[in-house]
């Protein structure tokens, strides 16, 4: 084996047991379209920032290179035949996704020079643990609560590169304070079997040396005298910093690879998933794709940041963005409440932070967006969702959140992409938590919005609204008809028998058996007539102890009630299940007119599925429940 030093790094392949082709399964997911590369990319350089306590400042780069100043451009050449060669001749036919990836990269190797995308941060640096963390999914030594994570979402940066061959390099201090340099790299191509029939991995590293050690966690594994090509890239960073370099950059797979429609791409993907960050100069991006360093850049920052937003204001308003990613609609609400809201003090802890502004009637939803460390997550809170305001003035929100307990939940619950809310991720405890911290918030904003007085409001069907401020109970009136589930002295009405391959059993006429009616107040959701789902938010009111069960059923709206003499008999929906949270009941084959769940103190959220067809566009639909008990 040929001795090596410093400056001389490698790319590694080391040997494995199975074979893999170039489709990879962990990068089949990412298609290199900037949404993902971008935000990854920033997250981390945002946290980088947080973590060194400065403005992050993150600048995009394009340079082109010969091939030869690729670092471990020998080694990845070598790798490529002979992956190639090895899949080729296996006697299968390539998919064609695998054909493409090898396509890709033949036609890059066919020219002098490589395009290459880098990102550069003026962050903390990639210290050699966190080196070790970014090359090795599943092993991440992220800070808790950052805005972004090494895990497996640094596998995003190799949709950009056609090479599949992703660059790193950085400044940090040590222990002692002094400046230290430090890179590494990962291709991922194929494996192949070598004349011994060993199988060499898919996988490569840019290291100081060969070797089985590759990751035995020695800091001083990672090359620190750097190639050219990354001790220039670091020239760019001050103090401390980190370069991301994407080699083979494909112009994130867009029809034509045109500069300026890539800048204006990243330009865009920053300023709707940090325009809070952006907007309270916490982070700033310059743009540069041409060769000519000397031009004008492109900025994202506090002063450009609307002149962004404002030509994507109406995209995905009619559905939501695709993969749960913010639309432009969603990020210019959120930017004209940052900059026009009022601030709502009234809530403890201080570490959440609540701007507020009406909206015109009619114009919009209400809706609410949540930040965390500058970065936007949801759109879509639990228990914040637009449903929830359905009786209150519309507005639009946001909550920014830097540190604290609610900050942590939305950090545990959030999952690797950054993005939604998963409080299935939570224990049973932070998830009561969660639930809490939005009910606190929900009952701010709605006292902040007020009663709308508006005949089209949706409101819990046991109330009803009179001119002026007022609002009372609907009155019970003493009915001579049947009474909701049942007959007047609370005993189901029975037909014939039916006899359906497990014996015969009573049959009932499409009546759930009797019982009292709890103090319930709900409120009906858009209905999906194609899913045959009603969303609900059910809300019980009376005294809740360890016996206490609500028969929750389904109605059809027959225009007869309470005060007529002789109304019409109720027609109830057959039920499939009702799931909330993560919870879920099932009906039974001898009563699927009811489901039966155990209330909570707050405000719950149901999906009720109905049987098939049970539901259609001429139905008028209503929540009717009845008090159940266990026996002790």
């Known amino acids: 084996m040929p001795p090596t030093t410093d400056r001389e790094p490698i790319l590694h392949f080391g040997y494995t047991n199975r074979e893999v082709g170039f489709t990879n399964p962990s990068l089949a997911q990412y298609d290199g379209s900037p949404e993902p590369v971008v935000r990854e990319l920033l997250q981390n350089c945002l946290d980088a920032a947080d973590r060194a306590k400065r403005r992050g400042v993150v600048t995009f780069l394009k340079w082109t290179v010969a091939n030869e100043e690729l670092p471990g451009w020998i080694e990845y050449l070598n790798k490529f035949r002979s992956a190639k060669l090895h899949r080729l001749t296996r006697g299968e036919d390539l998919a064609p996704d695998e054909r493409r990836v090898i396509e890709k990269i033949d036609a890059l190797l066919e020219t002098e020079t490589i395009p290459m995308l880098m990102c550069i941060d003026n962050g903390i640096g990639l210290l050699p643990e966190r080196m070790f963390s970014l090359l090795n999914p599943g092993h991440t030594r992220n800070v808790q609560g950052g805005a972004g994570s090494f895990g497996v979402g640094h596998l995003t940066a190799f949709g950009a590169s056609d090479l599949r061959y992703v660059l790193y390099a950085a400044k940090y201090l040590d222990d002692a304070k002094r400046e230290q340099k430090i890179c590494s790299g990962h291709a991922v191509l194929a494996t192949h079997r070598t004349q011994k029939a060993e199988v060499v991995s898919e996988d490569g590293y840019l290291l100081k040396s060969r070797g089985q050690k590759a990751f035995s966690g020695e800091s001083d594994f990672y090359p620190s005298n750097l190639p050219p090509l990354l001790e220039e890239a670091l020239e760019f960073v001050d103090k401390t910093g980190s370069v991301v370099c994407m080699a083979g950059f494909n112009h994130f797979n867009q029809d034509s690879a045109d500069d300026a429609a890539t800048e204006l791409a990243i330009s865009r993907v920053a300023a709707m998933n940090f325009v809070d960050a952006i907007n309270t100069k916490k982070l700033s991006v310059n743009i540069h794709l041409v060769e000519d360093h000397r031009q004008q850049v492109t900025k994202v920052d506090s002063s450009t940041l609307g002149a962004t937003l404002y030509p994507v204001r109406d995209e995905n308003r009619s559905r939501s963005p695709r993969g749960g990613f913010i639309g432009g609609a969603d990020a210019f609400r959120a930017y004209e409440t ?224 309470e005060s007529c003499t002789n109304p019409l008999q109720m027609k109830f929906l057959k039920i499939e299940r009702i799931e909330w949270e993560d919870q879920s009941e099932n009906s039974t084959d001898e009563n699927p007119w009811e489901v039966v769940i155990t209330p909570q103190e707050e405000t719950m959220r149901l999906r009720i599925h109905l049987e098939e067809d049970e539901l259609s566009d001429t139905n008028f639909v209503e929540i009717n429940s009845v008090r159940r008990t266990v026996a002790a």
Do not use: C
Request: glycine share 12%; no cysteine; proline share 5%.
């Open 338 to 561: 940052l900059t026009l809201g009022e601030d709502i003090t009234n809530l403890e802890p201080d570490d959440i932070f609540i701007k507020f502004r009406p909206l015109s009637e009619g114009t919009e939803r209400s809706k609410v967006h949540l930040f965390r460390k500058g970065m936007w997550i949801t759109s879509k809170v639990p228990r914040l969702e637009s449903g929830a305001f359905g009786d209150v003035n519309q507005f639009d929100a946001t909550i920014s959140l830097s540190s604290g307990q609610f900050e942590q939940l939305v950090w545990s619950a959030e999952g690797p992409e950054h993005r939604g809310l998963e409080p299935t991720r939570l224990s049973s405890a932070e998830r009561k938590k969660l639930r809490e911290f939005t009910t606190k918030i929900a009952d701010v904003l709605r006292v902040r919005a007020g009663k709308r007085m508006n005949q089209d409001t949706t409101i819990f069907r046991d109330f009803a609204t009179v001119p002026g401020e007022a609002t009372h109970r609907i009155e019970k009136l003493k009915r001579d008809g049947p009474v909701s589930g049942g007959s007047q002295n609370g005993r189901g009405r029975k037909g014939g028998n039916k006899t359906n391959g497990k014996g015969s059993r009573p049959q009932t006429q499409g009546t759930p058996r009797g019982g009292n009616i709890p103090d319930v107040g709900t409120s009906l959701l858009p209905i999906s007539v194609r899913t045959q789902v009603l969303e609900v938010d059910f809300k019980y009111r009376d005294t809740i102890t360890t016996k206490t069960r609500v028969g929750v059923r389904v109605t059809q709206l027959n225009g007869s009630d």
